[in-house]
């Protein structure tokens, strides 16, 4: 069933029950809902907790009058049109009802259809006028949430940066590497032209740079001699120096002829990188020619960076201290072992210096050379598990004996594994005694399933083993060895390594590896 819409709320206020009854009456015929109130006070109670849409008053009532109900509508909610009915018209009533926000004034007696017309038309306008209001707050609500939204961006843009600098600082593991990235990425934030980073020497009294980074379209602009880097054309360092002992940012947005700054120089900011409460060095960001001029995000930015940097630093240096005291240590281990050998002395550094050599000559990393320098000389360190009367037995092992003796690689990785460091050193020294063919131990491991770095340990090892005096038997001869090297590719060595074993040692290159280091 369909329904007429509801009309609105009419509120008549007068202390003249005829009015009220008749006026009641009228509007009721015609669809309206209607409130009645004897004076202001009633019609404030009513407007507390019913919904007005318009509202009808008289001037002169008892306790509150209709100018002081009109000001109190007018407080409570802006959007009510109040009429005046009144029977005493006069100009001060006309002008005080309008100061009220009064949108008629009707005298009586009131012609019912007059009102009619007059209701009508106050409620178009009133519907004109709340929704010019609800669009003038919509416009409001998109302006702050699009305020809001910007502000928002802002800081997650922020966030990311700050995060960028904190995941960039994680991943470094030395010095040098360090310096250079924050000279990169103070450049990359706030597309400056240079960034240079001086640490302060106090013995010398002056800043030494370590590092320095040109942006790719500054560098077109300096000056280039036969290709080389780009010559720096300005020098800070007696700038850096004044003002590095107070340990605070230095932050110039525009360089306005400032005495001891070269004139290429529009923008500085020079920055502390303090490592318990001193400082240690200085960050210097430069903005030459062109438009860019730091502001003060930029040097939040930057102090940033340089905190971040300083606790790299310390971890670093931590680190290196505590990785270089846990290698001397694990070394001691192993001169320990070999010591329990007077044979053996030395082969831990003779087969690493052989392994780093074939490593180099098969165009390994500088890496892959690294992790070869840890697992050469740690290789045998498994044997500390081994007893001396097995160890040192000077003739052949029982086989209950030898699967003892093969328990040292194993021993060794776990060793190592306990400590948390050198993955990769320790599944070489698990798998140094393993065979190309699959015949060695402890995994049976065959062809490309052993690492390679431990392939290449492997020919080391046995090289150095079989050319070096033993408890159970002296050195082999020089053509027994080749023999035994070479009939092994394929078989217990990788073929690619024996080839590069095989041109190294017709060079003579092996026999002054080992000659150097004996």
């Known amino acids: 069933m369909i329904t007429d819409t509801p009309k609105e709320t009419l509120l008549f206020v007068d202390d003249e ?15 309206y809902n209607i409130l009645t109130a004897q004076n202001g006070r009633i019609a404030t109670n009513i407007l507390e907790k019913s919904k ?27 959007t009510i049109p109040v009429i005046i009915m009144t029977g005493y018209p006069s100009l001060d009533n006309t002008i005080r009802t309008l100061k009220n926000g009064v949108v008629d004034f009707l005298i009586k007696p009131v012609n019912l259809n007059q009102m009619e017309i007059c209701v009508k038309r106050v409620l178009k306008e009133r519907q004109l006028f709340v929704k010019n209001i609800f669009l003038t707050k919509e ?21 990311d940066i700050l995060n960028r600098i904190m995941t ?28 240079c980073f001086y640490v302060i020497n106090e013995t010398i009294q ?88 730091f502001l003060e995000k930029d040097l939040y930015y930057m102090s940033f ?21 846990l290698l001397a240590t694990l070394y001691a281990f192993v001169r320990a072992i070999e010591a329990r050998d007077p044979y053996t002395q030395q082969h831990s550094i003779r087969v690493t210096r052989i392994a780093i050599a074939l490593c180099k000559a098969m165009g390994g990393s500088q890496e892959q050379q690294e992790i070869l320098e840890v697992a050469g000389q740690l290789h045998d360190i498994g044997k500390i598990g081994i007893r001396d009367n097995i160890l040192l037995k000077p003739g052949r092992l029982t086989d209950e004996e030898f699967s003892i003796i ?25 798998c140094h005694h393993e065979r190309y063919d699959g015949k060695g131990y402890p995994d049976g491991l065959a062809g490309e399933e052993i690492p390679m770095l431990a392939r290449i340990l492997s020919v080391a090892d046995v090289y150095d083993a079989i050319a070096s005096d033993r408890a159970y038997r002296t050195r082999m001869d020089e053509e027994k060895i080749l023999k035994i090297m070479y009939d092994g590719s394929g078989t217990q060595f990788d ?24």
Not at 311 to 324: K, T
Request: glycine share 4%.
């Open 406 to 430: 093969k328990e040292h690689p194993v021993i060794g990785a776990n060793i190592v594994e306990q400590l948390g460091l050198w993955d990769q050193p320790k599944h070489i020294i698990r």
């Open 305 to 325: 960076i340089t905190n971040r940097a300083a606790y790299a630093i310390e971890n670093i240096a931590l680190y290196e201290n505590i990785y270089e005291n």
């Open 52 to 78: 007005i849409d318009c509202c009808f008053t008289d001037i002169n009532m008892p306790e509150m009058d209709g100018l002081a109900l009109a000001e109190y509508i007018r407080n409570v909610d802006n």
């Open 139 to 159: 416009v409001e609500n998109k302006q702050r949430i699009e305020d809001l939204n910007l502000e928002l961006m802002v800081k997650v843009e922020e966030l």
């Open 168 to 195: 960039d600082f994680a991943t470094i593991s030395s010095s040098s590497d360090l310096f250079m990235r924050v000279v990169d990425l103070s450049i990359e934030l706030t597309r400056a032209d240079e960034a």
């Open 206 to 293: 002056r800043p030494v740079q370590v590092a320095r980074s040109v942006a790719d379209e500054a560098c077109g602009q300096e000056v280039s001699v036969a290709g080389s880097p780009c010559v720096q054309s300005w020098d800070i360092s007696q700038l850096v120096l004044e003002n590095y002992e107070d340990g605070k940012p230095l932050l110039i947005q525009e360089n306005r002829n400032i005495p001891g700054l070269h004139a290429s120089i529009r923008s500085l900011m020079l920055v502390p990188l303090n490592i318990r409460k001193k400082v240690f060095g200085v960050l210097a960001v430069v903005s030459m020619n062109g438009d860019i001029r």
């Open 495 to 518: 073929p690619q390594v024996i080839d590069t074993f095989r041109m190294m040692y017709e060079k003579g290159d092996l026999k002054e590896i080992i000659e150097t280091n004996s």
């Open 17 to 31: 029950e005829s009015i009220l009854e008749v006026a009641s009456e009228f509007f009721m015929a015609k669809g």
